[in-house]
């Protein structure tokens, strides 16, 4: 496929998005009635797609609407190019323009120009400060690709090696002692020996550092109470094998590679749906608004409204409840989100604290983008001596 030819594909999957399918359901779709098309045609069409998913508002302005044939107008004239050389009408590429589509098109100001929807803007503002402008700019670009090298199998040196030789080029980085940078090969990694063989696995950088940040018990068992797949029970095992580990997720369906991933890793996670007796760390990984990875996951961004965000807030209240009678009295909790929204994070700590006076909180952590990875907040309690 021509260049020319991969922007009006990408055209016609934004409208099967706007028509109510999900990403990747609509770049699935495409691909089954195009198999002519090859993996870098995909490729190729996804990287549009997605672009165009983190900066919709803006794309609009710049290309005078919301279709997809709009939105690959704006981001050719976002990114200075002459939409005339791409839409010429000629074999596959999208039609020539119309005098209206070369009249139309503006440049984006506000939140739209942050690719920020309008009501969330001042939550966004109140909860980043001076972060909000800088952080919004970095959300607007395809989010990095790390690894975590499994330490239990590998060392980080030993894997960079390995990797380099299947094409894979990775470089360390510093948010997280094991992580991994993928600067180039991407692609590859799942069909890499040092992936199938569980030397390493594919998380961000900033959810490692989360996982590095939460202290471990000496001994004992640990919940993580909304597991999903299951990768920051993965990180935790590889840091401390000897612990009893258990996962739960409100739809087990999550888990169901679960089993498999940890025997490729090397560690022991037992899947549960209902989880008894005391722990002695117990994770909550709640349910969230993601803001803090709306780069991976842009749709989010879009779908989000105000009656949303309450009910998530109101689900993570919940599960904090649900989750404290199952701390042991020298246990802990760690409530993560990957929100950059201080009503899911800092407001909901203090809010359980409120509920639950028998509590204090050990510690913070906050990370955005500016900090490398996705955006997450962590906060440790633990039931206060005495009671």
């Known amino acids: 496929m021509t260049p020319a030819a991969r922007i009006a594909a990408a055209a016609e999957v934004l409208d099967a998005i706007a028509g109510g399918l999900a990403a990747e359901q609509a770049l699935s779709r495409w691909g089954r009635a195009n198999r002519f098309a090859g993996s870098g045609d995909r490729a190729a069409i996804r990287d549009h797609a997605f672009d165009a998913l983190r900066c919709h508002r803006s794309f609009a302005a710049w290309g005078g609407g919301e279709t997809g044939r709009a939105l690959m107008l704006g981001m050719l004239r976002q990114a200075g190019r002459d939409p005339g050389e791409v839409f010429t009408g000629e074999g596959h590429a999208p039609a020539a323009l119309t005098p209206e589509e070369e009249a139309e098109g503006r440049i984006p100001e506000g939140a739209e120009a942050l690719d920020c929807p309008?009501?969330?803007?001042?939550?966004?503002?109140?909860?980043?400060?001076?972060?909000?402008?800088?952080?919004?700019?970095?959300?607007?670009?395809?989010?990095?690709?790390?690894?975590?090298?499994?330490?239990?199998?590998?060392?980080?040196?030993?894997?960079v090696?390995?990797?380099?030789?299947?094409?894979?080029?990775?470089?360390?980085?510093?948010?997280?002692?094991?992580?991994?940078?993928?600067?180039?090969?991407?692609?590859?990694?799942?069909n890499a020996r040092d992936f199938t063989e569980g030397r390493v696995e594919l998380q961000d950088a900033g959810s490692q550092a989360i996982c590095e940040a939460i202290p471990l018990p000496q001994g004992g068992r640990v919940l993580d109470f909304c597991a999903g797949g299951g990768g920051k029970s993965l990180a935790l095992a590889a840091r401390a094998p000897e612990l009893n580990f258990t996962a739960h997720d409100a739809h087990p369906q999550r888990m169901n590679d679960l089993p498999a991933?940890?025997?490729?890793?090397?560690?022991?996670?037992?899947?549960?749906?209902?989880?008894?007796?005391?722990?002695?760390?117990?994770?909550?990984?709640?349910?969230?608004?993601?803001?803090?990875?709306?780069?991976?996951?842009?749709?989010?961004?879009w779908r989000l409204d105000r009656a949303g965000l309450e009910a998530l807030c109101a689900l993570q209240a919940d599960i904090l409840d649900q989750v404290a009678p199952k701390v042991a009295p020298t246990g802990r909790l760690a409530y993560i989100t990957c929100s950059l929204l201080e009503a899911e994070n800092g407001a909901q700590a203090e809010s359980f604290l409120a509920r639950h006076p028998g509590w204090q909180k050990e510690t913070t952590l906050r990370l955005t983008p500016l900090d490398g990875g996705d955006g997450f907040f962590l906060a440790i309690f633990r039931p206060s001596p005495g009671e």
């Open 118 to 159: 309008d009501w969330l803007a001042p939550d966004l503002q109140s909860s980043l400060g001076p972060d909000f402008e800088p952080v919004l700019k970095a959300m607007q670009g395809r989010a990095d690709v790390f690894l975590r090298v499994n330490v239990l199998k590998a060392t980080r040196d030993a894997v």
């Open 161 to 190: 090696e390995e990797l380099a030789a299947e094409g894979i080029i990775t470089e360390p980085h510093p948010l997280a002692p094991n992580a991994l940078l993928v600067t180039k090969g991407a692609r590859r990694i799942r």
């Open 261 to 301: 991933r940890a025997a490729r890793a090397g560690v022991k996670i037992a899947t549960t749906d209902a989880p008894e007796g005391l722990f002695d760390l117990v994770v909550a990984d709640v349910p969230c608004s993601g803001s803090g990875a709306w780069r991976r996951q842009p749709e989010a961004k």
